[in-house]
């Protein structure tokens, strides 16, 4: 069936590294989104991919969405222990399709 | 927060019981989707409504069954409960497609325990 595949699963950093995690749909997606979810929390939107290509970035933080819109990217760089938590890519299939989650990527943060 | 308001945020409850979760989607929104969140199992997404409808379904099992009223809140209902369902339950609005509005925000989520 129509799946989204995220990795890694689990990501350790040292502060002030980089990282990337991934998003890799078998189908076209409408858009991709990313959500970001702390211990404890709710997942709590952080951006929309809409276009193929798309590249975004929100500080620290660069989202790209790939030419074939099949697949995305989060990069965080000089990571801080404030970006502990799992991060959550989600696509959509159709204007209409539900909003299919990735597995998510744990990130744990070490000083 | 997000404006979505889950309740219960908690509920212990035995086997073969049954349990409503409530939901009260943000103000303007007309989707609501229903999200299981379990250790093993991620996010699991259960059903879509669309001001009323049902628009969308998942991996919702045929114990679970959801509506949307006409106020747009909207109730889980889960039924002869299963150890196996204990779960974080999240609820989560849209203002919907068709407005232009696939963004979902979510609910705090609600813990159901079946002991």
């Known amino acids: 069936g129509q799946q989204v595949m995220q990795i890694p699963q689990y990501q350790h950093v040292q502060e002030g590294e980089d990282f990337t995690t991934y998003c890799n749909s078998s189908t076209t997606l409408s858009n991709i989104q990313w959500y970001k979810q702390r211990p404890g929390g709710h997942p709590v939107f952080l951006i929309q991919?809409?276009?193929?290509?798309e590249v975004k970035k929100q500080k620290r933080l660069t989202f790209q969405f790939g030419e074939a819109k099949k697949n995305s990217s989060l990069h965080i760089t000089a990571t801080q222990t404030t970006d502990v938590g799992t991060y959550f890519c989600?696509?959509?299939?159709?204007?209409?399709?539900?909003?299919?989650f990735g597995a998510g990527t744990q990130v744990v943060v070490t000083p | 927060d997000s404006g979505v308001t889950q309740t219960p945020k908690h509920l212990i409850t035995a086997t073969g019981q049954r349990v409503t979760l409530r939901c009260s989607p943000r103000?303007?929104?007309?989707?609501v989707y229903w999200y299981q969140q379990s250790l093993d199992q991620g996010l699991q997404f259960l059903i879509q409504y669309y001001n009323g409808e049902e628009r969308a379904k998942g991996n919702i099992l045929e114990r679970f069954s959801a509506q949307q009223f006409p106020d747009l809140h909207s109730e889980l209902n889960l039924s002869s409960l299963e150890l196996g369902d204990s779960a974080l339950y999240f609820c989560?609005?849209?203002?919907?497609?068709?407005?232009?509005?696939?963004?979902?925000?979510f609910g705090e989520g609600s813990w159901l325990t079946v002991v």
């Open positions: 989600a696509g959509l299939m159709g204007s209409w399709g539900k909003l299919q």
């Open positions: 991919l809409v276009k193929s290509g």
């Open positions: 989560a609005s849209s203002v919907g497609p068709d407005r232009g509005g696939n963004t979902i925000y």
């Open positions: 103000s303007g929104d007309l989707s």
